[in-house]
């Protein structure tokens, strides 16, 4: 037999009472039980998509990064040589011991008769340090002009200012002998120092 609202309407009162508490107490039943558990698997079956498409877009990452493995490489072996070759035109230490060997070995490739090597205090100049170094040398113009040429081929910057140039005197072989005083200049990277809790800089 059907049941219907028709079929219910037609019931006696107490009947229609009893098949009223029956379904007042499915839909407790529903509300207290199962209406939860859906929640929970659907909230559930949500995170589980939402972890899904997160790993897919990590695998996605991870392969492209894979693909491109020897790209990176190769772009990170050009940068630890440019670091290098900036390094020793702008290194971390002045090495003003190793230069003032070079302007020596320099001075006897030459007949240049070296009279001053004078360093002078560094100067800070934001993220480089200048450290100049007078020269006070003798010698022909030719001779001259080779050490300089010489100082500009160095692998490091070497910067040559406050040229002065005076005739001294004619040798017997018709060469001219100058007197030369100039500055040079080198330089080296300054790291930044570090910030103590306060914000200053020690």
Known sequence: MDINLNTIAKLPLQQKLIVLAVVMAIIVLLDLYVWPGYLSERNTYAGLQSQERSLQAKVLETQAIADHKAEFQNELNKLNEQLKEALTKLPNDPEIDKYL??????????????????????????????????????????????????????QRIVNVSDLELK?????????????????????????SAPVAAGGKKK
């Open 101 to 154: 060997v070079t302007l020596n070995n320099l001075s006897k490739t030459t007949e240049l008769n070296v009279i001053k090597i004078e360093p002078k205090n560094e100067v800070v100049k934001g993220f480089y340090a200048e450290i100049p170094v007078q020269i006070h040398l003798t010698g022909t113009y030719s001779d001259i002009a080779v050490f300089l040429y010489k100082l500009a081929e160095l």
């Open 167 to 191: 005739v001294m005197q004619q040798t017997s072989t018709g060469k001219t002998m100058l007197d030369a005083a100039f500055l040079t200049s080198i330089f080296r990277f300054v790291q």
